[in-house]
């Protein structure tokens, strides 16, 4: 599109005129946001909130719910820190960590593997894996006892081998207390993140196991070699879901086969924060055991995504 327009010497000149600008689109960033809105009001009232009030019950003397409520600074942190249950809980959570979670990972990857190389009836085993998964937790319990009582499973079982000099009140001694409830975690979740494992590996590319195969590499080297390598990432995201769980869902289990005994030889943090809760009804020393829970959460976090070079 051009104009007529005068020179300073009376000519006429031609001139082009740019074309106006197009009218500015509406994008519909408000309406994203508003649909966004009842998912952030969930999150700050439901998770915010009593991660908020963990930190403040801590500073605080709460004999009970219906207590006077007064303030106690650092009073609560001496305290725990005074007490050898607390250290008890420590080192039975540390013991508890450093054997369920390592030992589920990799029993889970390496059964995981083989669901996902299709073995006969793969389709069963993915559904008989899942069982543990679909128990509630009583029943489980409920489980473990039958098998780990006195007259139970496998003292039976002992003594009809022969091995009766084994037999042992696993639940009642403070020896394997700990080991009974690190059995339960891991039987409870190696099966249900098997499955996951299984999943991740079919959508790896089959022609890298074919090709690794080809160069005289066995299933072991291939499905530590070739298959780890590629779900790296979503080995870390699995651990840290286990962790996390093994961590803060210790507590239903104790509960309810041990009650943290005999003595402390089974009472974990998570328990701990339970106990001093509902039972002992010391609010402050709950919560401050709470923001140590809540701390070794965040330092375990941040060190699995270390060690697995996590991206995100």
Not at 269 to 277: C, E, I, P, R
Not at 283 to 289: F, K, N, P, R
Request: glycine letters at 10%; hydrophobic letters at 50%; a positive charge.
């Amino acid at each position: 599109m051009t104009t007529l327009t005068t020179t300073p010497d009376g000519t006429a000149a031609r001139r082009p005129v740019p074309p106006s600008a197009p009218a500015a689109r509406s994008t519909p960033r408000q309406g994203g946001t508003v649909l966004a809105v009842p998912a952030l009001v969930w999150y700050l009232v439901f998770m915010v909130g009593p991660m908020i009030a963990i930190f403040v019950i801590a500073a605080l003397h709460w004999p009970g719910m219906l207590q006077p409520v007064s303030f106690a600074g650092w009073g609560n942190v001496r305290t725990v820190l005074d007490d050898p249950v607390f250290w008890d809980a420590v080192a039975n959570t540390a013991v508890q960590l450093a054997v369920a979670v390592p030992v589920m990972i990799v029993c889970a990857y390496m059964l995981g593997y083989y669901v996902a190389q299709r073995p006969p009836g793969h389709r069963v085993i993915r559904y008989l894996l899942f069982i543990p998964g679909l128990i509630s937790t009583p029943a489980k319990a409920m489980v473990f006892y039958a098998a780990l009582s006195p007259d139970g499973l496998v003292n039976g079982a002992l003594q009809g081998v022969g091995l009766g000099s084994l037999t042992d009140a696993w639940l009642a001694s403070p020896s394997t207390a700990l080991a009974c409830l690190i059995a339960l975690d891991v039987w409870s979740g190696i099966g249900f993140t098997a499955v996951l494992f299984a999943a991740r590996l079919n959508s790896v590319p089959g022609e890298l196991g074919e090709a690794a195969q080809l160069d005289g590499a066995g299933h072991w080297r291939t499905m530590w070699t070739v298959h780890f390598p590629v779900i790296r990432d979503y080995v870390g995201v699995v651990t840290m879901l286990q962790f996390l769980w093994t961590l803060f869902g210790s507590a239903q289990h104790v509960l309810l086969l041990t009650q943290g005994g005999p003595g402390t030889s089974s009472t974990t943090l998570s328990f701990l924060v339970y106990q001093k809760a509902f039972i002992a009804a010391d609010l402050g020393y709950s919560q401050t055991v709470g923001v140590f829970l809540f701390l070794t959460g965040l330092v375990g976090l941040l060190a699995i995504r270390r060690v697995f070079r996590q991206t995100y």
